[in-house]
């Protein structure tokens, strides 16, 4: 038996999801249908499958859920959370422009960027970052940063040498200070590889420049698919990311139960 489900892709700063709104199209096993529709030669094609659903709890709008390219659940994405706020007030499902959504690592909130019904960008509170302080000063060619999901950030003079490293296996980022201090990034991600952009990432990789000293506490984080403004505020300690988010086409997939 099959039916045919709606779904939207999206981009943030060329990170690129499938979304569904489980509300109106349930999907009984996300894991597999991220495997499936996310391979970019038999499939949609995207680094992974976002679900948007109601919240279960009272202290959020929305959820997400997160599944990569190969099947594992993420615990958190700067850039779909971002793609879910303009999905959610251009789509008419939400008239707010502050929206509380829950995520496996704690409720985030987003702030719209709206122009004429068109939201431009979304700030998100990415909470407070943590780290393992004996790691900091233990590791001497990486540091290790939480925004949610875990990050591996190494200063290079080589960006370009992206690529797993198996020791670590989390999320890890390659950067670079510039000389106008725009700090370049380049990422892999655990269970989607090499991505154009990651928002928990550009976050984690702000934090350590920050931490280290050879950044301030804001910083515009330059990836292959574009650039994000991230902030670490001293006054609350958390960490506040703001890009864009972008439709790229709408479409009916089969899905066979």
């Avoid at 999801?17 to 495997?35: F, L, T």
């Avoid at 959610?88 to 985030?108: A, H, N, P």
């Avoid at 403004?229 to 439709?247: L, S």
């Amino acid at each position: 038996m099959k039916s045919k489900i709606s779904f939207c892709k999206m981009h943030g700063c060329g990170n690129d999801y499938i979304y569904v709104n489980v509300m109106q199209h349930p999907i009984a096993d996300p894991s597999a249908a991220a495997i499936a529709w996310s391979d970019r030669h038999k499939g949609i094609g995207s680094d992974g499958l976002v679900l948007i659903d109601k919240s279960p709890v009272t202290e959020a709008d929305f959820s997400m859920r997160i599944f990569n390219a190969d099947g594992s659940e993420a615990k958190m994405c700067g850039n779909a959370s971002r793609c879910i706020g303009k999905y959610l007030y251009e789509r008419g499902i939400t008239d707010k422009k502050t929206i509380r959504l829950l995520t496996l690592s704690g409720v985030k909130t987003l702030k719209l960027h709206v122009e004429e019904g068109i939201v431009k960008s979304v700030t998100v509170d990415m909470g407070e970052p943590s780290f393992d302080r004996e790691t900091w000063s233990s590791k001497s060619s990486g540091i290790f940063v939480s925004m949610g999901n875990p990050h591996y950030v190494i200063f290079t003079k080589d960006v370009d040498q992206v690529g797993e490293i198996e020791e670590v296996r989390c999320n890890t980022e390659f950067a670079k200070v510039l000389p106008d201090g725009s700090i370049r990034v380049r990422v892999w991600e655990l269970g989607s590889g090499i991505t154009q952009a990651c928002g928990t990432g550009a976050c984690a990789t702000a934090v350590a420049a920050a931490y280290s000293g050879i950044a301030g506490r804001e910083s515009l984080i330059v990836m292959d698919g574009g650039t994000l403004n991230i902030v670490w505020d001293e006054r609350d300690n958390h960490v506040y990311m703001t890009g864009p988010a972008e439709f790229v086409f709408d479409g009916e997939i089969e899905l066979w139960h």
